[in-house]
């Protein structure tokens, strides 16, 4: 018998959090050194607050684009057929899904309506 796991719902969340959390380090990481060595040498003089300061800000700055790319991952899941025109499904995209996905259609095209069910 197989068994399946479903990563659905909040493993899921939490795997897009960690991912993009680490994503979002790095940027603003290499983001904030490239800035600091860029200013050195321009002979800008670089004022030194106190450290907790900046750690305060860069995990603001961390979290707040932590959640913005999570927000834009899962707005950006749903249906990649929607930019192609219909007439394309047994064009260029017939390889990619594109024969079953015009089966489909059709298939659903065919089905009765709610009011045609009820004689």
């Known amino acids: 018998?197989?068994?399946?796991?479903?990563?659905?719902?909040?493993?899921?969340?939490?795997?897009?959090?960690?991912?993009?959390g680490s994503f979002a380090f790095a940027v603003l990481f290499v983001g904030a050194f490239a800035l600091w060595k860029g200013l050195v040498a321009l002979g800008v003089t670089v004022p030194r607050p106190n450290g907790a300061v900046w750690s305060v800000v860069f995990a603001v700055l961390?979290?707040?684009?932590?959640?913005?790319?999570?927000?834009?991952?899962?707005?950006?899941?749903?249906?990649?057929?929607?930019p192609i025109p219909r007439e394309q499904y047994l064009g260029r995209f017939a390889g990619g899904g594109g024969l079953a996905r015009?089966?489909?259609?059709?298939?659903?095209?065919?089905?009765?309506?709610d009011g045609d069910d009820r004689d």
């Not at 018998?1 to 939490?14: H, N, R």
């Not at 961390?62 to 929607?82: I, N, Q």
């Not at 015009?102 to 089905?111: A, F, I, M, Q």
């Open 62 to 82: 961390w979290a707040a684009l932590t959640v913005k790319w999570v927000r834009h991952l899962r707005a950006a899941d749903g249906d990649w057929w929607g």
């Open 1 to 20: 018998m197989e068994k399946t796991v479903d990563i659905s719902g909040w493993p899921t969340l939490a795997y897009q959090y960690l991912l993009s």
């Open 102 to 113: 015009h089966s489909w259609e059709r298939s659903v095209g065919k089905l009765y309506d």
